[in-house]
């Protein structure tokens, strides 16, 4: 078991993701205001998270993703889905064994 924390946005509330959440279908559903704590377990765990982004104003904003890996040997990646699930972002050739992963991107009010 391989513990990891995914920071979003700033930090209000911790949640702990829950199983299962292994496809798009089953993502734990967060807040953009999220610290999600979880762990990859098996090796192959892959984990989904859909993250909501409410303004009564309708502004776009730019999020910023933090994963900090809690391993020496996870080599963490993360993919960024449209609503239509195509990957509009994929985070996975450059980071390191045991590396930190950081990303932003621009959010829309009811596109995430």
Do not use: C
């Not at 089953?26 to 984990?47: H, K, S, Y």
């Not at 730019?62 to 391993?71: D, G, P």
């Amino acid at each position: 078991m391989i513990a990891l924390t995914l920071l979003i946005a700033l930090l209000a509330q911790d949640v702990a993701e829950q199983e299962p959440n292994n496809t798009i279908p089953q993502a734990n559903v967060a807040d953009l205001v999220t610290a999600i704590a979880g762990e990859v377990n098996p090796p192959d765990d892959v984990d989904f998270f859909k993250l909501k982004y409410d303004d009564a104003k309708k502004r776009r904003d730019i999020v910023v993703v933090h994963l900090e890996n809690q391993s020496t040997t996870l080599r963490p990646s993360l993919i960024l889905h449209n609503e239509d699930k195509s990957v509009a972002r994929d985070w996975t050739a450059a980071n390191a064994t045991g590396a930190d992963l950081e990303f932003s991107f621009t959010a829309q009010p009811g596109k995430i």
